[in-house]
């Protein structure tokens, strides 16, 4: 069997993070004296309270953790092992996960390992993985996974998203290129996308958030129509109505739409820090 390691700023699902050869490692929210674990549903509320006064701070997981969850891959017979990571742009745990990497070929010169850069985030990453792990389940061999997945980054997945402040993503340098001068003056909310370079831009504007929740679906639905999807994430932070119920109305779209390989997730909290509430997001993966 085939390994994945991945990190938790991809977003993978939980049907796929729970499978037997994927081990997930977690980054971490920092906040003043308190340094939380990424993935943890408990720690939500408290790290929301915190960002009504405060800029939570993201960090990496240590060497170490990165090495005991690969060992562990190991440890369970996985002789070949392909790593996921967000875009390098965007954090650090692509080098982190590089690192760790060429230590493993030294201690087991039996293990294939290949670490991934997606150039993309959250669900835009998740896409490649569940690619991947269809191709394992198919018994794909180990080098043509590689081949395929590399050969699809960064086209092939594509992902829109909105928020209602920038200021976090101001706040934690992640702003990229995307402009938020004109949009906090005249509330032009940004479609945001990440380019073939894995830096955040700005795909559209809209004027308001619910125009914006629109042009995000309008864009990803157009991308749904022109190609042919394998599988599509929807992203979201926070628990207002308002929200859940474009998170619904986005799943009965894909469903008029014939898509039934979709999947769902709340982001994680290193990513909602960076975002805040009210994000929607829209990933595809096409062929």
Not at 114 to 127: F, H, K, Y
Not at 137 to 163: A, L, Q
Request: glycine residues 8%; proline residues 3%.
């Amino acid at each position: 069997m085939i390994g994945i390691i991945c990190d938790t700023g991809t977003d993978v699902p939980s049907v796929i993070a729970e499978r037997e050869n994927v081990e997930v490692v977690q980054l971490k929210v920092v906040m003043d004296d308190l340094i939380l674990k990424d993935g943890v549903e408990e720690n939500f509320p408290k790290i929301i309270k915190y960002m009504e006064t405060g800029f939570p701070k993201t960090t990496l997981p240590t060497f170490l953790e990165v090495k005991e969850k690969i060992v562990s891959l190991i440890d369970r017979g996985m002789k070949e092992i392909i790593g996921f990571n967000l875009s390098h742009e965007l954090s650090g745990t692509h080098n982190l996960f590089r690192l760790v990497a060429e230590e493993i070929r030294k201690e087991y010169e039996e293990v294939k390992i290949e670490i991934i850069d997606t150039l993309s985030v959250s669900i835009g990453c998740a896409n490649y993985i569940i690619h991947a792990m269809e191709l394992i389940d198919k018994g794909e061999m180990y080098e043509d996974i590689i081949k395929k997945i590399k050969h699809m980054i960064p086209e092939k997945s594509k992902v829109f998203f909105t928020i209602p402040t920038l200021k976090f993503l101001k706040a934690g340098g992640r702003i990229g290129k995307v402009s938020g001068t004109i949009a906090d003056v005249f509330n032009l909310k940004p479609i945001i996308s990440v380019g073939k370079d894995g830096i955040y831009y700005t795909a559209a504007k809209a004027r308001g958030l619910k125009k914006a929740y629109k042009k995000v679906k309008d864009m990803a639905y157009a991308v749904i129509k022109s190609n042919k999807a394998k599988v599509v994430g929807i992203a979201w932070t926070g628990q207002s109505p308002e929200t859940l119920q474009e998170v619904e109305q986005i799943k009965n779209d894909l469903g008029e739409m014939g898509i039934s390989n979709y999947y769902s997730e709340h982001i994680n909290s290193t990513l909602l820090v960076n975002t805040g509430l009210d994000l929607i997001g829209i990933s595809v993966l096409v062929e």
